[in-house]
């Protein structure tokens, strides 16, 4: 598989799951950008999701209820669009899609389900790309 380092935006009630998905990606030989892996301490994490999100060719936006009200998923989508990258959004079986920002509303998402199993389908996702 052509090497893609992956870009995985969450919230922070969210981050043992996503902290999860992240490994089992790393796992399947991906390359991620997370914040927790890659944020030094002292280092400015506006500046790191900068860079991360510059170096990465795709965003997974991990999408719940309460995503619209996370200012960074904003920051987050509009800079990945701008710049060009896919986006990939995850969301719960459940979520109604009315929810979601109209930006997210038009793309294809993955359903989100085991951090294995949605990682699984991310990488068959990136490889058939």
Do not use: C
């Amino acid at each position: 598989m052509e090497q893609r380092q992956v870009f995985i935006s969450h919230s922070v009630h969210d981050a043992e799951w996503a902290r999860s998905f992240a490994r089992a990606l790393k796992d399947r030989g991906v390359t991620v950008w997370f914040d927790e892996f890659d944020v030094r301490r002292g280092e400015s994490v506006r500046d790191a999701l900068e860079a991360g999100l510059r170096s990465s060719e795709v965003l997974v936006a991990l999408l719940d209820q309460e995503s619209p009200a996370r200012p960074n998923l904003f920051f987050e989508l509009g800079a990945a669009i701008a710049l060009g990258k896919k986006v990939v959004p995850i969301v719960p079986r459940d979520l109604d899609p009315s929810f979601l920002p109209l930006d997210v509303r038009l793309r294809r998402y993955l359903i989100r389900e085991t951090p294995e199993r949605t990682a699984e389908e991310l990488t068959n996702t990136l490889q058939a790309a």
